[in-house]
């Protein structure tokens, strides 16, 4: 069995479905409400795990009675946390969330009062047994420390760039896959996909790196090769919270395996990856999500080579 490790948070996601997005100092009804574990690393581990991966979690854990629900939930889901360190005397980090039911946007309002998770936390660890670690970047002084820890296990290592952060160019170098946000590549000036990881490649040529955007699809560059893939037509959107965290676990399943050197396997990991986000996009939440099959259907020929 594969065993990755996925190191960032898990939260409390409180989510208000409602027909419209509210105005301000308006009062809305929601149409339903959900209470779900949250936090990118903790949604990647809940697809992986339903792919057949056997995914560990690493996160501060809160020593608050959500912090047992939020756990609890996990461990339903056969997420192993028992590495997760506790802080006494501490809230976990919780999500309000509004989900639009027109369109599925998700806005988010987090509220965080837990320290960020050390790299004495992680550099105790054996990291031998596992096939791929995956990071979130977060605390990049603390993370440039798991890193140096990390390389010397020669595992691969993926970095999700979701914010820009304090430090986090420091950390780029160790990644041998690096997913990048729209959010991040905006922060960084670009105003599409391909100029982005035309920019990153310039420094990391030897990488494997994402950039998702929205509706547009999602590019990837390897072997001095960009490529795109477009948006999967979406029938109905419900959900799109956590979209995100589906693609890069989609993108590492297909990965993970196989040789990374190889176009095609790029092509089909992307290929894969968007159309898993799609199918969580039409669903409440990860739980049961519909898995495409591996290879790329026989219309998606629109890859350049
Ligand atoms: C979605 C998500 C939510 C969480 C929030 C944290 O990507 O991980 O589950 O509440 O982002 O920023």
Redesign the pocket.
């Known amino acids: 069995m594969t065993h990755i490790l996925l190191t960032g948070?898990a939260?409390l996601?409180i989510i208000n479905q409602l027909d419209h997005y509210p105005a301000e100092n308006s009062e809305t009804r929601a149409l339903k409400q959900f209470i779900r574990n949250?936090?990118?690393a903790a949604?990647s581990a809940t697809v992986l795990q339903q792919l057949g991966i056997n995914a560990h979690l690493l996160a501060k854990r809160a020593d608050d009675s959500n912090a047992r629900l939020v756990y609890s939930l996990l461990e339903e889901r056969q997420i192993d946390t028992t590495l997760c360190p506790v802080q006494k005397q501490s809230k976990t980090p919780t999500?309000y969330?509004t989900l639009n039911e027109q369109n599925g946007s998700r806005s988010?309002v987090?509220y965080r009062d837990l320290d960020e998770l050390q790299a004495s936390d992680f550099t105790k660890l054996d990291l031998f047994p596992y096939d791929w670690l995956h990071f979130e970047a977060r605390d990049c002084t603390q993370l440039h420390q798991m890193l140096k820890y990390t390389k010397t296990f020669n595992k691969p290592i993926s970095i999700e760039l979701e914010k820009n952060r304090a430090y986090i160019d420091n950390i780029m170098p160790y990644a041998d896959v690096l997913f990048i946000s729209k959010p991040f590549a905006k922060s960084r000036g670009f105003t599409n996909a391909s100029d982005c990881l035309q920019h990153f490649a310039k420094s990391y040529n030897n990488k494997i790196i994402t950039c998702t955007w929205g509706e547009q699809g999602a590019w990837a560059y390897a072997n001095a090769t960009i490529i795109h893939q477009n948006a999967f037509t979406l029938q109905n959107p419900v959900d799109t919270?956590?979209a995100?965290?589906t693609f890069n676990a989609g993108f590492i399943f297909s990965l993970v395996k196989k040789n990374m050197a190889r176009q095609n396997n790029i092509k089909q990991a992307l290929n894969f990856a968007c159309r898993l986000a799609a199918n969580k996009c039409q669903q409440n939440g990860f739980d049961q999500l519909i898995i495409p099959s591996s290879s790329i259907p026989e219309n998606q020929t629109n890859f350049p080579d």
């Open positions: 948070i939260t996601d949250g936090g990118n949604n999500s969330i988010i987090h919270l956590g995100g965290d």
